[in-house]
């Protein structure tokens, strides 16, 4: 079993909608989690990071975690053409210094 | 800029050269790692390292492949006798462990390697 789920997609949704990026695992003791947006041929850029369980407010963007289910979310609200990129979930134990990645999920946001 | 910096972006390379990828990491931070992706694939971790230490090396492939981190200068991975299987980005990451923020990572932009 991975320690990090993510469903690949890709995820084609209207623009204006609202998305649902989610990830499972299976590590309790991670702490720290992560939520990337990778546009093609370009690196991973820091979207959301949250530690332990609860919700995030950044914009247009919400990252929930729910440690008792070992299931984080990301939710992007009135979505855009440019937020049509791979998205991965990432998390980490504290002080363990390693970080576990989701395959990363494919959203095309359609105008 | 402050950010990690990498280079060269985009590296051709003949079957059986070396291929130097260097990487200067986020202004204060101490520690970098090594990341790979394939094509329509996820990131695979290959090293991690603090400067003059290799922490963790377990998805390093055992021969050609080699990443170190001079106490003065960038760190480098470093890949001899390149095969077209090595064709990849291959993305560093860095952080500061110990600060509030130290447990999460910030990436470069990448190297393209090509072998051709």
């Known amino acids: 079993q991975k320690e990090v789920e993510q469903d690949p997609g890709p995820l084609s949704v209207p623009e204006g909608a609202i998305v649902s990026l989610n990830c499972t695992y299976s590590?309790?003791?991670?702490?720290?989690f992560m939520w990337y947006r990778q546009y093609s041929r370009k690196g991973p850029e820091l979207l959301m990071y949250?530690?332990?369980?609860g919700n995030k407010e950044d914009g247009r963007f919400t990252a929930q975690v729910d440690k008792s289910s070992k299931y984080i979310s990301l939710f992007i609200r009135d979505s855009q053409p440019s937020d049509s990129a791979t998205y991965l979930c990432?998390?980490?134990?504290?002080?363990?210094?390693?970080?576990?990645f989701g395959s990363g999920t494919k959203l095309n946001v359609k105008p | 800029n402050a950010g990690v910096m990498q280079n060269p972006r985009h590296l051709v390379r003949r079957r059986g050269q070396e291929a130097r990828l260097r990487c200067s990491p986020m202004?204060?931070?101490?520690?970098v790692y090594w990341y790979r992706q394939l094509p329509e694939e996820g990131l695979k971790f290959m090293v991690y390292?603090?400067?003059?230490?290799?922490?963790?090396e377990s998805g390093m492939p055992k021969e050609r492949f080699s990443a170190e981190f001079p106490k003065e200068g960038p760190s480098i991975l470093r890949i001899q006798q390149v095969v077209r299987g090595d064709s990849a980005a291959y993305f560093c990451?860095?952080?500061?462990?110990?600060?509030?923020?130290?447990?999460?990572?910030?990436f470069g932009e990448g190297s393209w390697l090509t072998v051709v």
């Open positions: 390292l603090q400067k003059e230490n290799i922490i963790d």
């Open positions: 590590n309790s003791a991670f702490q720290y």
């Open positions: 949250t530690y332990s369980s």
């Open positions: 990432a998390m980490s134990i504290p002080n363990f210094n390693k970080f576990y």
């Open positions: 202004k204060g931070h101490s520690h």
């Open positions: 990451a860095s952080s500061h462990p110990g600060t509030v923020a130290g447990n999460t990572i910030y």
